[in-house]
């Protein structure tokens, strides 16, 4: 799978990505020296983390009988010490529904094995960065 950012248009910061059949706009905040029209990057890896807790959550639940009725994952980022190499975020979990203390349990161990979380936090990423065939269309 291919993920696309291009500009859009000539002037400004904003960019579109291309995920599939799907389109977010990203930007960089007013302070970045963007428009903030849309999110930026950091934005939208601290959210992958956010969205890969609430569907494992969710897909777990659903495949356990756990009467989980709503989700919501929170995802708070400290960058003050990225620049020396830690990144921090701090995810906070509500789930709705009539759950035991065991279930609750049973999901907050299970949010904390979310792929993406273990992809920030086990794997080496390796990236190679090149140029494209021909110029931008």
């Known amino acids: 799978m291919t993920v696309t950012v291009r500009r859009n248009g000539s002037s400004g910061t904003a960019h579109t990505l291309q995920i599939r059949g799907h389109a977010i706009t990203i930007d960089a905040s007013i302070a970045g020296g963007g428009t903030d029209a849309g999110p930026e990057p950091h934005d939208l890896y601290d959210a ?12 777990y639940a659903q495949r356990r009988g756990i009467p989980v009725e709503d989700i919501q ?5 400290d960058a003050s010490q990225e620049r ?3 990144y921090r975020l701090s995810a906070r979990l ?3 529904g009539a759950l035991s203390d065991a279930q609750r349990d049973e999901l907050l161990r299970v949010a ?6 273990k992809l920030m936090t086990e794997v080496k990423t390796e990236i190679e960065t090149g140029w494209a065939d021909g110029p931008a269309a």
Request: charged share 15%; hydrophobic share 45%; glycine share 10%.
């Open 84 to 86: 020396q190499g830690t």
């Open 112 to 117: 904390g094995k979310c792929p993406v979380h």
């Open 73 to 77: 994952v929170d995802v708070d980022r």
């Open 48 to 59: 992958a983390l956010a969205a890969c807790k609430a569907l494992t959550m969710l897909l």
């Open 94 to 96: 509500q789930v709705g």
